[in-house]
């Protein structure tokens, strides 16, 4: 199904959108095209009925980027709202007004803040139809009655992905970056509900697009358990720094809010989600190769990341040596891991921690991150984490000289206290010490995170890279 678009809207939007990655690059819009409709509900368990004169689409824009020879392309999903009429509730979600090939003269706006075209959403994940008009799959897993009667909230602060909250019992996470294949999110999250594990949110359902002309599957949504009591791992840990520098004098452990228990339980909830993914998804064994391959991956990440970040030169021998140190293992097992885990995506719940967003490195090819790793690079990101909390706090807090000296050292005790408590629980979780092989990988994923941080906060956050860089000068 082809239609007129009105380009230069859709493309005013996508570039304005929290979500586009692409921002600050030449590019654009080189197509647009309609993939399905959502369809109306049959009346069966649904009260409410959409507006009549509402069409729900999904478009997939392929944006095009200008690069030295080869052209570039992603493309994002796009869920629209047709409306005959304007809706001055959604106002703020207008795309455009233009002439649709399909419904005449419409008020188009992203659906997503739409409740009703939300409702419509909600409604095939209850009772999946047939593909409609398109090629749309809606899949559940048994196991929770969806409340078809819970209205939708749009998340405020996502960024690579969309998310509604559907009351208190659900939150749809709409992938806008999509690629075929399997999306890790997708599968993982299916695997460890299926496995009964709980570490994370269960899933419910997720969206297929099957490309009848290439019979190529794009994963386009997932549905999952909202965890209604949940406070974000990263919120938590700043709290818990705050205590810590309203205190003048004490150690941490003496101060209310002390992290490390809540660290303690992060590292057996980790070593408890790597084994249920040991069980599920294939482990493999890396040779001697294989290791030289990764010490090489590490420090041609190295190598690109001087270009962006000319500072870790003087980091660069030593950097190196850690990376080589790889090359004297024999063999090392790898596993699916979470592959971009930070306190960022943990959740505290009251009844324990939940790891959430499990599609791995956003700058990675979305086939790479199903591929197997080391779990210490999961235990690495935790430990960045825990040095990035004091640091952001430290670094916005008032008062220099032997004050700042002060809390700097504070800074570095908080650190210190909760990877230790994180590490030991991880590792007794798992039945086995840090070993020196495992302290040898440990160390080469930390190092290669803290050069990937470097060059993410030069891009996105200039005046929070002085805290990789400063992590790389203390271990001179
Ligand atoms: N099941 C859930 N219940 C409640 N909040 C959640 C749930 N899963 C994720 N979140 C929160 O939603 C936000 C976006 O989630 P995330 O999976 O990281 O999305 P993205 O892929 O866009 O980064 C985060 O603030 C996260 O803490
Ligand atoms: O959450 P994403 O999957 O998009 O991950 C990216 O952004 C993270 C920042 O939000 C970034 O994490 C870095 O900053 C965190 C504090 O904001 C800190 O807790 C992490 O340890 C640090 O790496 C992550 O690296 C990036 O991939």
Same mark, same amino acid.
């Given at each position: 199904?082809?239609?007129?678009?009105?380009?230069?809207?859709?493309?005013?939007?996508?570039?304005?959108?929290?979500?586009?990655?692409?921002?600050?690059?030449?590019?654009?819009?080189?197509?647009?095209?309609?993939?399905?409709?959502?369809?109306?509900?049959?009346?069966?368990?649904?009260?409410?009925?959409?507006?009549?004169?509402?069409?729900?689409?999904?478009?997939?824009?392929?944006?095009?980027?200008?690069?030295?020879?080869?052209?570039?392309?992603?493309?994002?999903?796009?869920?629209?709202?047709?409306?005959?009429?304007?809706?001055?509730?959604?106002?703020?979600?207008?795309?455009?007004?233009?002439?649709?090939?399909?419904?005449?003269?419409?008020?188009?706006?992203?659906?997503?803040?739409?409740?009703?075209?939300?409702?419509?959403?909600?409604?095939?994940?209850?009772?999946?139809?047939?593909?409609?008009?398109?090629?749309?799959?809606?899949?559940?897993?048994?196991?929770?009655?969806?409340?078809?009667?819970?209205?939708?909230?749009?998340?405020?602060?996502?960024?690579?992905?969309?998310?509604?909250?559907?009351?208190?019992?659900?939150?749809?996470?709409?992938?806008?970056?999509?690629?075929?294949?399997?999306?890790?999110?997708?599968?993982?999250?299916?695997?460890?509900?299926?496995?009964?594990?709980?570490?994370?949110?269960?899933?419910?359902?997720?969206?297929?697009?099957?490309?009848?002309?290439?019979?190529?599957?794009?994963?386009?949504?997932?549905?999952?358990?909202?965890?209604?009591?949940?406070?974000?791992?990263?919120?938590?840990?700043?709290?818990?720094?705050?205590?810590?520098?309203?205190?003048?004098?004490?150690?941490?452990?003496?101060? #209310?809010?002390?992290?490390?228990?809540?660290?303690?339980?992060?590292?057996?909830?980790?070593?408890?989600?790597?084994?249920?993914?040991?069980?599920?998804?294939?482990?493999?064994?890396?040779?001697?190769?294989?290791?030289?391959?990764?010490?090489?991956?590490?420090?041609?990440?190295?190598?690109?990341?001087?270009?962006?970040?000319?500072?870790?030169?003087?980091?660069?021998?030593?950097?190196?040596?850690?990376?080589?140190?790889?090359?004297?293992?024999?063999?090392?097992?790898?596993?699916?891991?979470?592959?971009?885990?930070?306190?960022?995506?943990?959740?505290?719940?009251?009844?324990?921690?939940?790891?959430?967003?499990?599609? #791995?490195?956003?700058?990675?090819?979305?086939?790479?991150?199903?591929?197997?790793?080391?779990?210490?690079?999961?235990?690495?990101?935790?430990?960045?984490?825990?040095?990035?909390?004091?640091?952001?706090?430290?670094?916005?807090?008032? #008062?220099?000289?032997?004050?700042?000296?002060?809390?700097?050292?504070?800074?570095?005790?908080?650190?210190?206290?909760?990877?230790?408590?994180?590490?030991?629980?991880?590792?007794?979780?798992?039945?086995?010490?840090?070993?020196?092989?495992?302290?040898?990988?440990?160390?080469?994923?930390?190092?290669?995170?803290?050069?990937?941080?470097?060059?993410?906060?030069?891009?996105?956050?200039?005046?929070?890279?002085?805290?990789?860089?400063?992590?790389?000068?203390?271990?001179?």
């Amino acid at each position: 199904m082809s239609t007129e678009h009105h380009t230069s809207e859709i493309t005013g939007w996508i570039s304005q959108a929290r979500w586009f990655a692409g921002k600050g690059r030449d590019w654009e819009l080189t197509s647009l095209r309609r993939v399905g409709e959502l369809p109306r509900p049959t009346g069966e368990g649904q009260t409410a009925q959409p507006p009549p004169e509402l069409h729900v689409v999904i478009d997939l824009a392929e944006v095009t980027y200008a690069t030295d020879g080869e052209d570039e392309t992603d493309l994002y999903q796009l869920p629209l709202a047709f409306y005959a009429e304007p809706q001055e509730r959604i106002s703020h979600a207008l795309i455009g007004e233009w002439d649709d090939e399909d419904f005449g003269h419409a008020f188009v706006y992203d659906a997503l803040h739409d409740r009703e075209s939300m409702a419509l959403w909600l409604a095939a994940f209850a009772a999946p139809p047939s593909p409609v008009r398109g090629q749309l799959e809606f899949h559940r897993l048994p196991g929770h009655d969806l409340d078809v009667e819970a209205h939708s909230t749009l998340f405020s602060g996502e960024q690579s992905n969309s998310s509604v909250a559907f009351g208190e019992d659900s939150l749809m996470k709409v992938f806008r970056k999509v690629t075929p294949g399997v999306n890790p999110d997708v599968a993982i999250h299916r695997v460890l509900t299926e496995a009964g594990s709980t570490h994370v949110a269960s899933l419910y359902g997720w969206l297929d697009l099957v490309d009848e002309d290439t019979g190529t599957t794009f994963q386009l949504a997932m549905l999952q358990q909202f965890l209604r009591t949940a406070s974000d791992g990263w919120d938590l840990a700043l709290a818990s720094v705050r205590n810590l520098f309203a205190e003048a004098d004490l150690h941490a452990e003496e101060v #209310g809010g002390d992290f490390a228990a809540e660290a303690a339980r992060l590292g057996v909830a980790l070593a408890e989600v790597h084994a249920d993914l040991a069980a599920h998804f294939p482990v493999e064994q890396r040779d001697a190769a294989d290791l030289g391959h990764l010490a090489g991956a590490m420090e041609g990440r190295l190598d690109a990341a001087l270009d962006v970040v000319p500072a870790l030169a003087e980091h660069r021998t030593r950097l190196r040596a850690t990376y080589d140190q790889l090359r004297g293992l024999d063999q090392v097992e790898v596993q699916q891991v979470h592959g971009d885990l930070h306190l960022g995506q943990t959740l505290r719940t009251v009844r324990g921690w939940k790891i959430v967003d499990f599609e #791995g490195e956003p700058a990675k090819p979305l086939a790479d991150r199903l591929q197997p790793d080391s779990v210490w690079r999961d235990v690495a990101g935790m430990i960045r984490s825990f040095d990035y909390a004091p640091r952001v706090v430290a670094m916005t807090a008032s #008062g220099d000289g032997p004050e700042a000296d002060q809390r700097n050292y504070r800074a570095s005790e908080w650190a210190a206290r909760n990877r230790a408590a994180f590490l030991e629980a991880y590792t007794t979780q798992r039945g086995e010490e840090l070993g020196s092989s495992a302290r040898t990988l440990l160390d080469a994923y930390l190092a290669d995170k803290v050069v990937y941080e470097a060059v993410y906060e030069a891009r996105n956050r200039p005046g929070w890279l002085s805290i990789p860089l400063a992590a790389l000068g203390e271990t001179t």
